[in-house]
């Protein structure tokens, strides 16, 4: 059976203004004054919760893992796109994204729930709305943003937190807005929290920080970080785009490349969110806004051991390319 999980509120991520039922705690809350209160401004997107809605659907895309489990699954009909999580939730999308509906069952957690839509549902939406959203980290340095793209478990999520705790303050984590603007590309902070794993938060921060459950199915804790309102729909310009790599050895020391358009546009594709990848109008819009972020600002490839120590070192090659990019 499914409940309602709490009073229905309004709330930022990204430019999305969200009405939902499920209490969304890591997103800023809409806070603008009306004549009626908040509830009154329009929403970009509803969320409610709904009953259980469809069976057996012919799935137009699935995703798998690497042992071919699928993890996630892709419907379309006259209504808009059904997205799966098997045994964990449903979400039925309007055509157009601006209504969620959202049925699971009594085993899946609201902690899981809300993962599951600020991770992976609404990045999808928000990229089906015209915005590029990558699948990255990302830090503030001074007035510019450093983005962190990888694969998951790659380590972007432990390198931003290990840049947080170094007085860099986080943006964002998993979900990146890039937007344009005259001087160029921009980044729309989604909300502020880490996912990372206990011995990441054990070696990362001196005192432990504010913890909370990610999911139901795994051992990662969501760090809570301190609000911070002013940066929250703040678009900020991009100082740098850092493509994690998996060398195999990986180098003995910390190295980085400055990557061309092409390849960058090949990277950033690899890490993109999308909600319905057979959309061809869609993916050719997609394309467009990759390769213009791509020609418009620098990219690096970076590959270090993934040794907690090495990190300071990380941080320095990091900082003082773009130092040097900007400079030049």
């Given at each position: 059976m499914l409940h309602s999980h709490g009073r229905r509120c309004s709330y930022w991520y990204g430019?999305?203004?969200?009405?939902?039922?499920v209490p969304l705690s890591e997103l800023p809350e809409d806070s603008r004054p009306t004549e009626c209160g908040p509830a009154c401004a329009m929403p970009d997107c509803e969320i409610s919760l709904a009953?259980?809605?469809?069976?057996?659907?012919?799935w137009a895309h699935q995703w798998r893992d690497d042992s071919g489990r699928m993890v996630a699954a892709l419907a379309r009909d006259d209504r808009g796109y059904l997205l799966r999580f098997p045994d964990l939730a449903d979400f039925r999308i309007s055509s157009?994204?601006?209504?969620?509906?959202?049925?699971?069952?009594?085993?899946?957690?609201i902690e899981t729930l809300r993962h599951l839509l600020l991770d992976q549902v609404l990045p999808r939406v928000l990229t089906h709305t015209g915005r590029l959203v990558l699948h990255a980290s990302c830090v503030r340095v001074q007035d510019r943003v450093l983005v962190f793209v990888a694969e998951t478990g790659q380590g972007k999520s432990c390198l931003a937190a290990s840049f947080d705790a170094a007085g860099y303050p986080l943006l964002s984590d998993d979900g990146v807005v890039v937007v344009p603007h005259p001087d160029g590309p921009r980044v729309l902070p989604t909300y502020r929290s880490l996912r990372l794993w206990p011995d990441a938060i054990c070696e990362l921060y001196s005192q432990t920080p504010p913890l909370a459950p990610m999911a139901h199915y795994s051992s990662k804790r969501r760090v809570e970080l301190a609000e911070r309102c002013e940066e929250h729909r703040t678009p900020l310009p991009v100082g740098g785009i850092f493509v994690l790599g998996a060398g195999c050895p990986p180098p003995e020391t910390?190295?980085?490349t400055r990557l061309t358009a092409r390849d960058g546009c090949v990277e950033l594709l690899r890490h993109t969110f999308q909600?319905?990848?057979t959309d061809r109008q869609r993916t050719a819009a997609l394309?467009?806004?990759?390769?213009?972020?791509?020609r418009q600002v620098p990219m690096f490839a970076i590959d270090y051991t993934r040794v907690y120590a090495?990190?300071?070192?990380?941080?320095?090659?990091?900082?003082d390319q773009v130092l040097i990019t900007n400079r030049g």
């Open positions: 430019s999305l203004l969200i009405n939902a039922d009953a259980h809605l469809v069976s057996s659907p012919t157009d994204g601006r209504r969620i509906s959202v049925s699971h069952p009594e085993s899946t957690s910390p190295q980085v909600l319905d990848v394309f467009s806004m990759v390769g213009e972020l791509a090495c990190l300071p070192q990380v941080h320095a090659l990091i900082l």
